[in-house]
């Protein structure tokens, strides 16, 4: 009798980006090839995509997730959008056309008590961002600033705006100016527009605060060069079209991985019936395989060999080497609010691209009535040109609290402060044109 030889099994935990990206690559290199293998990818929740996913809300197409294509010079998930025609849309969507298309002129800075602050203020503030970024992500090793050790990016940052200050320092700064910016002496404004720059960062980056953020590893970063993208007929197009060549029932959704358990290495042999790894699920049941590509989240794996799960994710646990790496690298929480205008609201108010430059925390100027979660949110802004849907970004601890409010609570807290910026727009437009000719605008 003739034995037929069991295929090697390869299980992919996970059906987000990398997951599927791995799973296409093994399935089409596969595919004609004599010895090849099992392939299956176990997903915990119901629905491909993990992170990126889009959805439709007030009538357009918005990403609730993954929104750019950071560079499309090189990058495969371009390659991707072009080869299935997803870079053209007839239905509106999240184009923040705004933002990318230098259609900057229609954006506005305003401050708490709802001026318009002169791009003069703005501009050198965000020019030197801008600079002392580059500086931070071109520098492959820690340097020296000033004979300080950098180690974050928060301080460095900290470091460049004191050194900015004390480089003007007798140029600016008088009374006449104190009284034009109403409660705001320049310096006062200016830390908070910087604040404004740090805030979108720390969306960026995922880091709640930007003290955590390890400024040797800045320059690690690499993006693709050219334009920075969003996808017209969503992210979600790209992950359908890798999922779409794998064959039906490949992808099991609902399948939650509690344990993987690796059995030893003497039962390991890619012909033997026995597999080396075992994988549990959460509903008791299990399935054996060869090889095992994990794509969970930093956050999922962190919670696997944390002391505190049980049993943990890994039997035996992982070497020391492998979590000590999971326990080095550091993660946060980011999420986009979106917000629709009631018709009426619309037909009243038009929102422009708005940054949102909020008073200190401490400050006895403060409009006591906005929430502490939304004075780092940085900017709001319609998701296109005219869009009644409205888009903030929220980060760090302060993303985690939106989780945690009912949508009344983030409406009310949300319209509060949008109004705090513009219910008082024509009697501080005055005061904004009054900055305009001081500063030759
Ligand atoms: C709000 C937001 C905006 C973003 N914006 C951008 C952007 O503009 N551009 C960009 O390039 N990136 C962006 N990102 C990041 C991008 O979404 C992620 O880097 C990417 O989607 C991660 O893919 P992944 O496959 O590694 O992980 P995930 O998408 O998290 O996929 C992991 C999958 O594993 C599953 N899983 C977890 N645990 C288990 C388990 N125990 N058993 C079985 N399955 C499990 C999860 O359900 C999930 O589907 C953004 C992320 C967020 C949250």
New binding site residues.
């Given amino acids: 009798m003739k034995m037929v030889a069991e295929k090697p099994k390869i299980v992919i935990?996970?059906?987000?980006?990398?997951?599927?990206t791995a799973a296409h690559r093994l399935y089409t290199a596969a595919i004609g090839v004599k010895e090849s293998f099992e392939l299956c990818v176990?997903?915990?929740?119901q629905r491909?995509?993990?992170?990126?996913n889009t959805t439709e809300f007030g009538g357009d197409r918005i990403?609730?997730?993954?929104?750019?294509?950071?560079g499309i010079c090189g990058s495969p998930?371009y390659e991707i959008a072009q080869k299935i025609k997803s870079l053209e849309s007839e239905k509106s969507w999240e184009c923040m056309d705004d933002l990318f298309e230098e259609k900057l002129s229609t954006s506005e800075t305003r401050a708490e008590d709802g001026f318009l602050v002169n791009p003069a203020i703005v501009e050198p503030i965000s020019s030197l961002f801008q600079k002392l970024m580059s500086f931070a992500q071109s520098k492959a090793e820690k340097v020296d600033v000033s004979g300080m050790q950098m180690s974050s990016i928060g301080s460095f940052l900290k470091l460049g705006l004191e050194q900015y200050w004390d480089s003007r320092k007798g140029k600016a700064e008088d009374e006449e100016e104190v009284k034009m910016f109403g409660n705001w002496s320049r310096k006062m404004l200016e830390e908070a527009i910087f604040g404004v720059f740090e805030n979108t960062q720390r969306t960026y980056t995922?880091a709640g605060d930007l003290l955590n953020l390890d400024y040797a590893a800045e320059s690690e970063y690499r993006m693709f060069s050219g334009d920075e993208i969003t996808i017209p007929k969503g992210y979600i197009t790209i992950i359908q079209s890798l999922a779409s060549v794998l064959p039906p029932g490949m992808i099991q959704l609902g399948?939650?991985?509690?344990k993987i358990e690796w059995l030893g290495s003497e039962n390991y042999d890619d012909h033997s019936s026995s597999k080396p790894v075992k994988l549990h699920f959460c509903d008791g049941s299990v399935m054996q395989a060869d090889h095992v590509i994990v794509?969970?989240?930093l956050g999922?794996l962190k919670a696997?060999i944390s002391e505190e799960s049980e049993g943990g994710?890994f039997s035996p646990p992982l070497p020391s080497l492998k979590k000590e790496a999971i326990l080095k690298l550091g993660y946060g929480v980011?999420?986009?609010l979106f917000l629709q205008l009631s018709q009426e609201e619309g037909n009243l108010c038009k929102i422009p691209f708005m940054k949102m430059v909020f008073h200190r925390e401490d400050s006895e100027f403060r409009h006591k009535k906005i929430p502490w979660w939304m004075r780092k949110t940085a900017s709001v802004y319609p998701i296109y040109n005219n869009s009644s849907v409205l888009l903030s970004?929220f980060a760090g601890k302060e993303a985690l609290e939106l989780e945690s409010l009912d949508d009344e609570t983030i409406i009310d807290g949300f319209s509060t402060t949008v109004s705090s910026f513009i219910s008082n727009m024509n009697q501080f437009q005055q005061i904004g044109n009054g900055l305009d000719e001081q500063m030759g605008h």
Avoid: D, F
């Avoid at 935990?13 to 599927?20: E, F, K, N, Q, T």
């Avoid at 990403?63 to 950071?70: D, L, Q, V, Y």
């Fill in positions: 935990i996970g059906a987000g980006m990398a997951g599927l176990v997903e915990g929740g491909i995509g993990g992170r990126i990403e609730m997730g993954a929104t750019w294509i950071h998930v995922g399948r939650k991985v509690v794509t969970v989240s999922v696997g994710l980011v999420n986009k970004w």
